[in-house]
């Protein structure tokens, strides 16, 4: 069967967008309409007629609603094959009439949770009927339609389908009824139950857009945004610039999670490189800290990603139109930041409104051959510290060691932060040694010092956080040797005494975090 004429649609809608619009199309074609509850109050409403489902079943609705289309009647009619001679001579023989097109949306699931609705409006606002019928008319789409979507309603409101189009529909009703269902096992899990890795994990993803390519031109790739409400780099507005990439997308999101871990502090200014930072720094004004970020590494902030945490304005657009940047990631600008940002075509400015907490809880999960790895976000900040060196260190010495920790959780390990009065003066990522971590980000803060003719690099009298511990204490004289006073690492190695002892020797103050933050 190719194309299906429409005689007769059930419509069942929570959603009643377009709906009028369609049941009128549909009803000047001759269709005959059956419909629910509320549906059926707002069709009558618009002056149509329409047949209760209770009339077709014989069944009044009962149990305050649960109970309406679970019934042979209306299955019966979306299920039947219409060229088997032994359905049709069931449908004869128990006075069941074929429905053609069903057109269903589900009670609001996820906007009820997201509310913050108690536990027995949550359970009634799981839909049955809905999905029962949605996946009858998905199996049966040789015969039936099933519009879940309010976009394909004209597609239908002419009286007819094509196969391809109930095939289409098909497929995305079975997405939806996948994905609600879905959103349920993951509240019952999470939520209801407490279990935050449950035997069963379904992910929740809706297709946001389609992505030019991957990180490579021969990858294809796309953005999915997840359903659990919370608001990213995936949900800024564009208000300039090319398309985003893959690339785009994932570096910028590195940068808006570390500018989000001083959302409630002095301005900040973030400029990432390969989702590595290349430089960050708080200062008395946003153009201050932008500043000094672009200074600790001004040739790998050349075509980067900026966040800042604050509202842009125009001396610090200024700045940033200074040199070419691939993407600007802030809450809002200003009307004169966005008029020198205008003048800059390519440049592709977000703006995101509140920043992400950056101690929210949820999972990450990364694909490998043959499953998932999935883990609980690392949402720590900064935790109560441990002075383990005779020297305590000093006011100073221990803001800059929050600071260079705050840095290091976002640099991919092994990662070595030196950090200087708010602001970071060398940075070490990737390395597969920590000696060689702490060597790259000296040699960085020394070029940074002689291309901006500074008498010493900015290591001199900074703090230095390991993401780590130490292995062993020459990671640690590289730092001294840096001009580094005092160090924030985790702890735990079995050379711990070594490296307190190296510390002790050469006057430095150590705090111990008692917790690493490995990033690969």
């Keep these: 069967m190719i194309d299906v004429t429409i005689r007769r ?7 009643k967008t377009g709906l009028v619009e369609l049941a009128q199309g549909l009803a000047a074609r001759g269709v005959e309409l059956v419909s629910t509850g509320g549906t059926a109050r707002a069709l009558r409403e618009a002056g149509l007629d329409v047949r209760d489902v209770s009339d077709l079943t014989g069944f009044p609705e009962m149990m305050d609603g649960r109970v309406k289309t679970l019934h042979p009647k209306v299955h ?40 913050g609705a108690g536990r ?23 015969s039936v339609a099933i519009v879940t979507d309010p976009a394909d309603y004209p597609l239908v409101a002419g009286g007819t389908t094509t196969l391809e189009q109930r095939r289409r529909f098909a497929a995305k009703a079975y997405a939806l009824t996948a994905t609600y269902d879905g959103a349920i096992a993951r509240w019952f899990a999470e939520k209801d139950q407490g279990e ?50 893959y690339n785009n997308l994932n570096d910028a999101d590195a940068a808006l999670e570390l500018v989000a871990e001083f959302r409630d502090a ?43 945490n604050r509202p842009l304005d125009a001396a610090t657009a200024r700045q940033i139109t200074g040199i070419f940047t691939e993407v600007v990631i802030a809450p809002d600008a200003d009307e004169e930041a966005l008029a020198l940002f205008a003048a800059k075509k390519n440049l ?81 990522a990737g390395q597969m040694n920590r ?23 900015r290591t001199i009298g900074s703090a230095v956080a390991s993401d780590a511990f130490f292995p062993f204490a020459d990671g640690l004289l590289a730092a001294v040797e840096a001009g580094a006073t005092a160090v924030i690492q985790p702890g735990g190695s079995i050379r ?25």
């Excluded at 990432?272 to 200074?295: D, I, R, S």
């Design 9 to 15: 649609a059930l419509l069942s809608v929570s959603d």
């Design 76 to 115: 019966g009619g979306l299920l039947a094959v219409r060229d088997d001679p032994a359905h049709v001579a069931s449908m004869e023989e128990h006075g069941i009439g074929a429905i053609d097109l069903v057109v269903v949306n589900l009670y609001p699931f996820e906007a009820t949770v997201a509310k």
């Design 120 to 142: 027995d409006e949550i359970i009634e606002n799981i839909d049955i009927g809905g999905p029962s019928m949605v996946r009858s008319a998905a199996k049966n789409h040789a």
């Design 196 to 245: 935050q890795f449950p035997a069963t994990l379904p992910f929740v993803l809706r297709h946001g857009r389609g992505l030019r390519y991957g990180e490579n031109p021969h990858q294809q790739a796309a953005f999915y945004a997840a359903a659990d409400g919370v608001r990213g780099i995936g949900q800024a507005r564009q208000v300039q610039g090319k398309e985003l990439s």
């Design 266 to 308: 002095a301005p900040t200014a973030v400029i990432v490189k390969h989702a590595n930072p290349c430089g960050v720094a708080t200062g008395a004004t946003l153009e201050a800290a932008y500043a000094e970020a672009f200074a600790c590494d001004t040739v790998s902030a050349f075509g980067g990603i900026i966040a800042v």
């Design 348 to 428: 592709r400015l977000l703006l995101t409104g509140a920043l992400p907490d950056p101690a929210r809880t949820g999972l990450f999960a990364k694909s490998i051959a043959g499953g998932w790895l999935v883990q609980g976000r690392d949402d720590t900040a900064v935790p109560e510290l441990k002075v383990v060196t005779k020297r305590a260190p000093t006011e100073q010495e221990l803001a800059d060691c929050r600071f260079a920790w705050l840095v290091a959780k976002h640099v991919k390990s092994n990662a070595i932060v030196y950090a200087r009065d708010g602001a970071t003066a060398g940075i070490g």
């Design 435 to 457: 000696l060689e971590s702490a060597r790259i980000a000296a040699w960085k803060a020394k070029d940074a010092a002689d291309k901006a003719g500074w008498g010493s690099p």
């Design 496 to 520: 711990d005494e070594e490296v307190i002892a190296a510390a002790d020797a050469a006057g430095l103050a150590m705090v111990f975090t008692g917790e690493r933050h490995f990033r690969h």
